[in-house]
Protein backbone atom coordinates (compact mmCIF):
# COMPACT_ATOMS: atom_id res chain seq x y z
CA UNK A 1 0.00 0.00 0.00
CA UNK A 2 1.16 3.46 -0.92
CA UNK A 3 -0.32 7.20 -0.49
CA UNK A 4 -1.47 8.20 -4.29
CA UNK A 5 0.30 11.37 -5.17
CA UNK A 6 -1.10 14.79 -6.05
CA UNK A 7 -1.30 13.91 -9.69
CA UNK A 8 -3.35 10.57 -9.19
CA UNK A 9 -5.46 11.83 -6.44
CA UNK A 10 -6.85 14.19 -9.25
CA UNK A 11 -7.65 11.39 -11.53
CA UNK A 12 -9.11 9.14 -8.56
CA UNK A 13 -12.83 9.83 -7.60
CA UNK A 14 -12.42 12.31 -11.22
CA UNK A 15 -13.35 9.41 -13.25
CA UNK A 16 -17.01 9.55 -11.48
CA UNK A 17 -17.95 12.74 -11.87
CA UNK A 18 -20.58 13.28 -13.90
CA UNK A 19 -21.09 16.30 -16.25
CA UNK A 20 -23.31 18.23 -14.92
CA UNK A 21 -23.01 19.33 -10.68
CA UNK A 22 -25.10 16.74 -8.37
CA UNK A 23 -28.60 18.56 -7.91
CA UNK A 24 -27.93 19.77 -4.54
CA UNK A 25 -27.81 23.53 -3.75
CA UNK A 26 -26.91 24.61 0.08
CA UNK A 27 -28.39 27.66 1.75
CA UNK A 28 -25.99 29.31 4.07
CA UNK A 29 -28.21 30.95 6.61
CA UNK A 30 -26.39 34.12 8.45
CA UNK A 31 -23.61 31.73 9.48
CA UNK A 32 -21.48 33.42 12.01
CA UNK A 33 -18.06 32.38 11.69
CA UNK A 34 -16.10 33.13 8.24
CA UNK A 35 -14.05 29.69 9.04
CA UNK A 36 -16.83 27.76 9.17
CA UNK A 37 -18.09 29.22 5.69
CA UNK A 38 -14.95 27.79 3.95
CA UNK A 39 -14.75 25.05 5.43
CA UNK A 40 -18.29 24.68 3.26
CA UNK A 41 -17.22 26.03 -0.27
CA UNK A 42 -14.40 23.24 0.70
CA UNK A 43 -16.81 20.48 1.13
CA UNK A 44 -19.28 21.51 -1.50
CA UNK A 45 -16.53 21.28 -4.50
CA UNK A 46 -15.18 17.77 -3.06
CA UNK A 47 -19.19 16.57 -3.13
CA UNK A 48 -19.51 18.44 -6.65
CA UNK A 49 -22.81 20.20 -5.24
CA UNK A 50 -24.49 22.42 -7.46
CA UNK A 51 -24.16 26.07 -5.82
CA UNK A 52 -23.82 28.08 -2.41
CA UNK A 53 -26.06 30.25 -1.75
CA UNK A 54 -24.67 32.66 1.24
CA UNK A 55 -27.38 34.24 2.71
CA UNK A 56 -27.72 37.23 5.93
CA UNK A 57 -24.15 37.96 7.32
CA UNK A 58 -22.35 35.14 5.63
CA UNK A 59 -19.14 36.18 4.74
CA UNK A 60 -18.66 36.25 1.05
CA UNK A 61 -15.88 35.75 -0.94
CA UNK A 62 -13.32 37.42 -1.42
CA UNK A 63 -12.64 37.63 2.45
CA UNK A 64 -9.54 36.49 4.17
CA UNK A 65 -11.14 34.05 6.59
CA UNK A 66 -13.03 32.45 4.32
CA UNK A 67 -10.19 31.67 1.79
CA UNK A 68 -7.66 30.47 4.44
CA UNK A 69 -10.00 27.46 4.71
CA UNK A 70 -11.64 27.00 1.67
CA UNK A 71 -8.44 26.73 -0.47
CA UNK A 72 -9.06 28.11 -3.40
CA UNK A 73 -12.55 26.27 -3.62
CA UNK A 74 -14.27 29.57 -3.81
CA UNK A 75 -13.20 30.31 -7.70
CA UNK A 76 -14.50 26.61 -8.47
CA UNK A 77 -17.81 26.52 -6.34
CA UNK A 78 -20.53 28.35 -8.03
CA UNK A 79 -22.65 30.37 -5.63
CA UNK A 80 -25.04 33.98 -5.01
CA UNK A 81 -25.64 36.51 -2.33
CA UNK A 82 -29.19 37.13 -1.17
CA UNK A 83 -29.48 39.66 2.02
CA UNK A 84 -32.47 37.44 3.41
CA UNK A 85 -32.58 33.85 3.39
CA UNK A 86 -36.27 33.48 3.22
CA UNK A 87 -36.32 35.45 -0.43
CA UNK A 88 -33.23 32.88 -1.43
CA UNK A 89 -35.60 30.09 -0.80
CA UNK A 90 -38.37 31.75 -2.68
CA UNK A 91 -36.28 31.93 -5.38
CA UNK A 92 -35.13 28.26 -4.95
CA UNK A 93 -39.01 27.19 -5.44
CA UNK A 94 -39.73 29.23 -8.32
CA UNK A 95 -36.43 27.21 -9.85
CA UNK A 96 -37.66 23.81 -8.84
CA UNK A 97 -35.68 23.42 -6.19
CA UNK A 98 -37.54 21.36 -3.05
CA UNK A 99 -36.57 22.82 0.14
CA UNK A 100 -34.73 21.01 3.27
CA UNK A 101 -34.12 22.58 5.97
CA UNK A 102 -31.30 20.91 8.99
CA UNK A 103 -32.51 21.07 12.06
CA UNK A 104 -33.87 19.28 15.23
CA UNK A 105 -37.59 19.76 15.57
CA UNK A 106 -40.45 17.99 16.55
CA UNK A 107 -41.38 17.13 13.02
CA UNK A 108 -38.05 16.52 11.48
CA UNK A 109 -36.90 13.42 9.80
CA UNK A 110 -33.65 11.39 9.66
CA UNK A 111 -31.78 12.90 6.69
CA UNK A 112 -31.66 9.22 5.63
CA UNK A 113 -35.22 9.37 5.08
CA UNK A 114 -34.83 11.67 1.72
CA UNK A 115 -35.35 10.08 -1.60
CA UNK A 116 -34.33 10.42 -5.23
CA UNK A 117 -38.05 11.89 -5.99
CA UNK A 118 -36.39 14.83 -3.90
CA UNK A 119 -34.06 15.92 -5.93
CA UNK A 120 -33.32 18.67 -7.02
CA UNK A 121 -32.93 19.81 -2.75
CA UNK A 122 -31.92 22.52 -1.47
CA UNK A 123 -30.23 22.42 1.92
CA UNK A 124 -30.54 24.87 4.50
CA UNK A 125 -28.42 25.24 7.22
CA UNK A 126 -28.50 27.63 9.98
CA UNK A 127 -26.49 29.82 12.22
CA UNK A 128 -23.77 28.50 14.94
CA UNK A 129 -26.17 29.71 17.84
CA UNK A 130 -29.63 30.15 16.34
CA UNK A 131 -30.35 27.51 13.97
CA UNK A 132 -32.42 28.27 10.85
CA UNK A 133 -34.60 30.71 10.62
CA UNK A 134 -38.25 30.06 11.69
CA UNK A 135 -39.53 31.92 8.62
CA UNK A 136 -37.85 29.27 6.33
CA UNK A 137 -38.46 26.48 8.37
CA UNK A 138 -42.06 27.21 8.16
CA UNK A 139 -41.60 27.32 4.44
CA UNK A 140 -39.63 23.96 4.19
CA UNK A 141 -40.72 20.86 2.63
CA UNK A 142 -38.96 19.31 4.76
CA UNK A 143 -37.17 19.14 7.71
CA UNK A 144 -34.10 16.63 8.00
CA UNK A 145 -32.12 15.71 11.07
CA UNK A 146 -28.97 14.03 11.07
CA UNK A 147 -29.40 11.41 13.94
CA UNK A 148 -26.97 11.73 16.80
CA UNK A 149 -26.82 9.19 19.87
CA UNK A 150 -24.18 11.17 22.51
CA UNK A 151 -25.47 13.73 25.24
CA UNK A 152 -24.30 16.92 23.20
CA UNK A 153 -26.20 16.35 20.02
CA UNK A 154 -25.16 19.67 18.43
CA UNK A 155 -22.55 19.03 16.12
CA UNK A 156 -20.29 22.50 14.48
CA UNK A 157 -21.97 23.38 11.69
CA UNK A 158 -19.64 22.83 8.80
CA UNK A 159 -19.13 19.51 10.48
CA UNK A 160 -23.35 18.75 10.05
CA UNK A 161 -23.01 20.37 6.50
CA UNK A 162 -20.38 17.57 5.55
CA UNK A 163 -22.42 14.41 6.69
CA UNK A 164 -25.48 15.68 5.51
CA UNK A 165 -24.22 16.75 2.10
CA UNK A 166 -22.79 13.32 1.83
CA UNK A 167 -25.63 11.42 3.15
CA UNK A 168 -27.69 13.30 0.63
CA UNK A 169 -24.81 12.13 -2.08
CA UNK A 170 -25.59 8.91 -1.70
CA UNK A 171 -29.50 9.47 -2.19
CA UNK A 172 -29.35 10.76 -5.92
CA UNK A 173 -25.41 10.12 -7.70
CA UNK A 174 -25.65 7.31 -10.24
CA UNK A 175 -24.58 3.91 -8.79
CA UNK A 176 -20.86 3.47 -9.37
CA UNK A 177 -17.99 0.64 -8.46
CA UNK A 178 -15.23 2.74 -7.86
Request: net charge neutral; charged share 25%.
Amino acid sequence: MRKLTNEEKEGHWGRFRPPKRFPIAAVLDNIRSAYNVGSMFRTAECAYISELILCGITAKPPHKEVEKTALGTTQLVPWRYFPDTLEAVQALKREGWRIAALEITDQSVPIQSVGKGDFPLALVVGNEVSGVDDRVLASADLVVEIPQFGKKESLNVAVAFGVAVFLLLEKCRPDFAP
